[in-house]
């Protein structure tokens, strides 16, 4: 959405410049994006994070011969250099590329409620779990339980502490 019109690109464009760690998600939203556009941004980016569907529309617009989600996650490594790419699954979990390896979790049942905020509760997980240095697998687990505990309320602003999502993750 930042990109939509020129005052907001040349605002990002700056902020971009001065940023320590930039994060892109990616939420496509038909018709309000350039393709080109998205591969600039991605090439800015230090961690890109976006859906299976955003992943496969994507790759085929950039021109992957590929099928798999792990293909096509390599191939869009290798086409923008981004040092960490996550790809949502849903209810499935995520796969987390990051230092030449992929993490993969298969995320937490849950009784959904509202899923508005959980794919913006899992990247702040990612987020702050990759940033505390956490081993991948850890943060990739800790950001699929967020998501999932969040799609488990209404809102998309749930109060979930650190105690509870750990609870969550590990029952005794």
């Known amino acids: 959405m930042a990109t939509r019109d020129e005052v907001s690109r040349k605002s990002l464009a700056v902020l971009l410049k001065e940023a320590k760690f930039k994060i892109f998600d990616v939420n496509l939203r038909k018709p309000h994006y350039d393709i080109d556009r ?44 981004v040092k960490i790419l996550c790809v949502t699954l849903g209810s499935h979990g995520a796969v987390l590329y990051k230092d030449g390896e992929l ?17 913006d509760s899992f990247l702040g997980g990612l987020t702050y779990k990759l940033l505390n ?19 488990s309320r209404h809102g998309a602003t749930a109060d979930i502490s650190l105690e509870e999502i ?6 005794a």
């Open 38 to 81: 998205l591969l600039e941004t991605m090439k800015q980016s230090d961690m890109v994070k976006l859906n299976d569907d955003e992943l496969y529309e994507l790759a085929a617009a950039y021109g992957s011969p590929y099928h798999s989600i792990e293909q096509n996650i390599s191939y869009l490594v290798e086409l923008t250099g």
């Open 103 to 119: 993490y993969r979790h298969c995320g937490f049942r849950v009784k959904v409620v509202d899923t508005v905020g959980s794919g």
């Open 166 to 171: 750990e609870a969550f993750m590990y029952p």
């Open 133 to 151: 240095n956490a081993p991948p697998q850890e943060a990739i687990a800790f950001a699929c339980a967020l998501g999932a505990l969040v799609a």
